[in-house]
Structures are given as C-alpha cells and as structure tokens.
C-alpha cells in the first residue's frame, strides 16, 4: 500500500472527514513530513472508492461549495488494520536486527 494511502485511511479511521480535514489530519499523522495536494488526494480518494475502501458518507453545501464527507468502510478498517501490523512487524524485525542484544536503540 503506498504511503499517501496508508495515511488517508489512517486519517479516516477516527471518523469521517471532508478533503481538507484530511489533508490536514495526514500533515499531522505524518509529522509534517506529508502535504498532500489537492489533486493527489482526490485520485486517491477515488482510488480508494473504486477500490471499497471508502465511501461517501454525506454531502453537504457551504459556501454554494459541496463539501463531501468520506468514510472508511469494514474492507478498509480491515485491509488498514492487516497493513499497520505487517508494518509494525516489519519494524520490529528490523530494530531487533540493528540491535541483537533486543535492547532500544
């Protein structure tokens, strides 16, 4: 799963969220380290749909604008569950390696 992915889901997981609550949940999920564009995360969020991940949870106007609420779906809340722990074991594996003693670095 890439990264920018990874983090929508993430993001998603505390509840449902338009594009800009995203973007910026991810900004700070990720430490500042991932600015999603605009662009970037609308492919993404229509991957994500395409893919039954997410779903539109509700539609709203502010501003004469449509704001679109997404939400995770249980295929998502599962596949981004499998994905955080094949993660933590691959750090795991990989720290215990930097240290075979299986002390903290």
Do not use: C, W
Not at 87 to 92: G, H, I, K, P, V
Request: proline share 2%; glycine share 8%.
């Amino acid at each position: 799963m890439q990264e920018a992915a990874f983090l929508i889901l993430t993001a998603l997981a505390a509840g449902s969220q338009h594009g800009y609550g995203i973007i910026t949940d991810v900004k700070e999920i990720s430490g500042d380290r991932v600015r999603l564009r605009a662009a970037t995360l609308y492919t993404a969020l229509d991957r994500l749909r395409a893919d039954g991940l997410i779903t539109v949870d509700r539609e709203e106007v502010v501003d004469n604008r449509l704001r679109r609420y997404y939400r995770l779906t249980p295929n998502g809340s599962g596949l981004l569950a499998a994905e955080a722990a094949r993660l933590r074991a691959n750090a795991d594996a990989a720290l215990r390696r930097l240290n075979p003693a299986g002390g903290v670095i």
